[in-house]
């Protein structure tokens, strides 16, 4: 993890809020909001100043006047604790050292790598490791027809092609009909994803005959058991799908890529 960079985002985010608390700053009225609970119910009144000790009793039928004077209120002390948080981050950040344990082990030299088991791999080291985890693929039947990549890699259609040459493309790492424990069921998806930076296992299925009813009940009944083992269509499930009349759509595919992937 890039602390830096993090710390760079969360001040965007912050200054995106605190940005919006000020345009809606300049809409709010002036005065105070006095609110009185009675008999567990909410009684709101009007109040000019801090001298204005009890204020003026706001009826119901002209409600939204408190609602825009405790938004205000709502906006000031989000505005404080924004400020708070960026005067901490930017305390922090001054503080932080230019190399945090994460460098260590990828400033040293490869003989010392070598003989070290070191408490965080580099994204790239990581990358390189989880490809050359051993796995046994399915089997291609003999009259199967051969389909390929441009890395040379056997699919089994021409759509798996274009997924793959798409990911390829952007640099994804992925492998393809890695085995997969569902509780005891045995699954292949289609691609076991990882995305970087966060180190994150993304599956996406490639649903290519639907057709075939039974292949539809086939895959329906996987994708339950993926739901059942926290696996999630938008979260870490990616689905493409097409028909005989209905191909593979690549426009999709790269929006699928750049929306969850990149």
Known sequence: MNIKNEFEKREKELNAVLTECDNRLKKMPEGKL????????????????????SGTYIRRKNLDKARKLAQRDYEIQVKKALSDEMKALSLYSKAMPKKTYEHVYDEMIYGRKILITPHFLPDEVFVEKWLAEPYE?????????????????????????LIANALNKEGISYKYECPLFLGN?????????????????VYWEHLGLLDDPEYITRNLEKIDCYEENGIFLGDNLIIT????????????VRRLIEHYLL
Do not use: W
């Not at 799908?241 to 999709?252: A, F, I, V």
């Open 137 to 161: 693929p399915l089997n291609f039947d003999g009259d199967l027809a051969e389909h390929y990549t441009d890395c040379g890699e056997r699919v089994r259609s021409k759509s798996e092609v």
């Open 241 to 252: 799908r097409e028909t005989s009349e209905k191909p593979l759509n690549m426009k999709q």
């Open 34 to 53: 006095k609110v009185i609970t009675k008999k567990g119910k909410p009684y709101y009144y009007f109040r000019k100043d801090g001298k204005d000790a």
């Open 185 to 201: 069921k045995k699954v292949y998806p289609d691609f076991t994803i990882m995305k970087m930076p966060g180190r994150k296992v």
